[in-house]
């Protein structure tokens, strides 16, 4: 069954440097989302992403962060310059299609600001 | 705004017992109701969702959620435990007039004790 994948697996980084979380969807879907899990909290959602823009945001993705879909396949998450409350666990998710009802989720990233 | 509460942060049952892992909502309008499930270092499962018709779901693993319109209740059950049902959960609620509008609850750890 195909799955969404993602990589690192784990990243630490260093305060104020920049990060690119990378994932690839399922081959044949269209819509994108980052979700952000800070360690024993809620999970929370950061942007969709549609037709190669940004469809909707929360209040959570600032200037700070940005997405792309660079090629056919991968769709990257970058923090221009982390924060010690960056640190947290990042899943990608995907769906064919705005008829979909479920996401299908990624394995996440750990990202790690020191 | 529509939300999703986990009353419970942990829920402890012992193998062979039945479990039920609670979860209440708000919105308006009729809802789109999820479970996921988070194993150690994983990313999340679909476990189940209610979109319409029978109240009662039943998804992977052998659990099953009952829809409780007067209640706004979307519990999560499975009659007896196994100790590798040991994990997160967490309860989601999506707009289904919008995709991107998919909020999580808080989660509920779940641990089952031989």
């Known amino acids: 069954e195909p799955e969404v994948t993602q990589t690192p697996s784990h990243q630490v980084t260093q305060m104020g440097q920049e990060v690119i979380l990378r994932c690839v969807p399922i081959?044949?879907?269209?819509?994108f989302y980052w979700y952000r899990q800070i360690l024993g909290q809620k999970v929370e959602f950061l942007v969709s992403?549609?037709?190669?823009?940004?469809?909707?945001k929360s209040e959570i993705f600032d200037d700070q962060f940005s997405v792309e879909r660079p090629d056919g396949s991968n769709f990257t998450l970058k923090i221009r310059s982390t924060k010690l409350e960056d640190s947290a666990m990042y899943f990608c998710?995907?769906?064919?299609?705005?008829?979909?009802?479920?996401?299908?989720f990624g394995p996440g990233t750990r990202l790690t600001v020191l | 705004a529509q939300s999703v509460a986990q009353p419970e942060d942990q829920v402890n049952v012992a193998e062979g017992n039945p479990l039920t892992v609670k979860c209440t909502y708000s919105?308006?309008?009729?809802?789109?109701l999820f479970w996921y499930v988070q194993y150690p270092n994983r990313g999340l499962q679909f476990l189940l969702k209610?979109?319409?018709?029978?109240?009662l779901v039943k998804g992977s693993y052998g659990f099953e959620a009952e829809f409780n319109k007067s209640q706004t209740s979307f519990h999560l059950k499975k009659p007896s435990a196994l100790v590798s049902d040991s994990a997160l959960y967490f309860c989601?609620?999506?707009?289904?007039?919008?995709?991107?509008?998919?909020?999580f609850g808080a989660g509920t750890r779940l641990t089952v004790k031989p």
């Open positions: 989601a609620v999506r707009d289904p007039l919008n995709n991107n509008d998919m909020r």
């Open positions: 919105v308006s309008g009729n809802p789109y």
């Open positions: 081959s044949n879907h269209l819509y």
């Open positions: 998710a995907s769906i064919p299609s705005k008829y979909t009802d479920t996401q299908y």
């Open positions: 992403f549609y037709n190669n823009e940004i469809s909707e």
């Open positions: 209610y979109i319409t018709g029978d109240n």
